[in-house]
């Protein structure tokens, strides 16, 4: 349990000030990224994060390194109703957190580097699946 704990303090503010601003610009030029707006489980605010994942049908898949301890996950938690902005274009729908799903094989189905990243960052991963109105 600590060296999650001390993976979560080390790399969340990198996310925050660094990963994050980059990514929500970045995003709607890469096919692996894709910016997740969340409302804001205290204020009611829109919170958009970028994520890397993959379009299948009708449904959009991630998997979170930091599982429930994440941000966006909680807000997803207190309400599944969500955007997903995917190579620009905003979509609406509802996140599904999926608890029983293989994260690690799951990751081996989505873009190489993200996972990696998520694979070497992450001590909680958790899978998630939006599908797309």
């Known amino acids: 349990m600590p060296t999650r704990n001390?993976?979560?303090?080390?790399?969340?503010?990198?996310?925050?000030y660094i990963a994050n601003p980059v990514g929500r610009r970045v995003a709607r030029y890469l096919?692996?990224?894709?910016?997740?707006?969340?409302?804001?489980?205290?204020?009611?605010?829109p919170r958009t994060t970028p994520i890397g994942g993959r379009?299948?049908?009708l449904s959009y898949w991630i998997v979170s390194e930091f599982g429930r301890k994440s941000q966006y996950v909680r807000n997803i938690e207190a309400n599944p109703h969500v955007r997903l902005q995917i190579r620009g274009v905003w979509h609406t729908?509802?996140?599904v957190l999926l608890d029983e799903d293989d994260?690690?094989?799951?990751l081996r189905e989505l873009p190489w580097l993200n996972s990696a990243l998520v694979r070497l960052a992450g001590s909680d991963?958790?899978?998630i699946r939006v599908d797309l109105d």
């Open 55 to 57: 379009q299948v049908g």
């Open 31 to 45: 096919n692996s990224q894709a910016v997740l707006e969340t409302t804001g489980r205290k204020s009611g605010q």
């Open 125 to 127: 991963l958790l899978t």
């Open 103 to 106: 994260s690690r094989r799951r």
């Open 93 to 95: 729908g509802v996140a």
């Open 6 to 16: 001390i993976r979560l303090r080390l790399i969340t503010p990198v996310q925050r």
